[in-house]
Nanobody, 111 residues
Framework: QVQLVESGGGLVQAGGSLRLSCAAS????????GGWYRQAPGKQRELVATITRDSTTNYADSVKGRFTISRDNARKTVYLQMDSLKPEDTAIYYCYSLGIWGQGTQVTVSS
């Protein structure tokens, strides 16, 4: 019944920014623990960032200082703010929470 609905992906030039959103639907479900993962062509899916129920955050070394994971106060939506994007950030980004995956959203960074 529960779904994670992702949005915010797109095409951006190197050095640009995007903000991804992951919303729990229906809204009665809370996101207490959540994470963002990404999968580039020919690569395994890798962890990008996590947030726990006490709001502790962790990041992959490759994105530390450039990406920020956050959550709205109602715990309905998790965000991934991506700044200073690089071509190697190009991947399909997936949200994970509540035991399920979001549908994925494509992020493409051109050089």
């Amino acid at each position: 019944q529960v779904q994670l609905v992702e949005s915010g992906g797109g095409l951006v030039q190197a050095g640009g920014s995007l903000r991804l959103s992951c919303a729990a639907s229906p809204s009665i479900f809370n996101i207490n623990n959540g994470g963002w993962y990404r999968q580039a062509p020919g690569k395994q899916r890798e962890l990008v960032a996590t947030i726990t129920r006490d709001s502790t955050t962790n990041y992959a070394d490759s994105v530390k200082g450039r990406f920020t994971i956050s959550r709205d106060n109602a715990r309905k939506t998790v965000y991934l703010q991506m700044d200073s994007l690089k071509p190697e950030d190009t991947a399909i980004y997936y949200c994970y929470s509540l035991g399920i995956w979001g549908q994925g959203t494509q992020v493409t960074v051109s050089s």
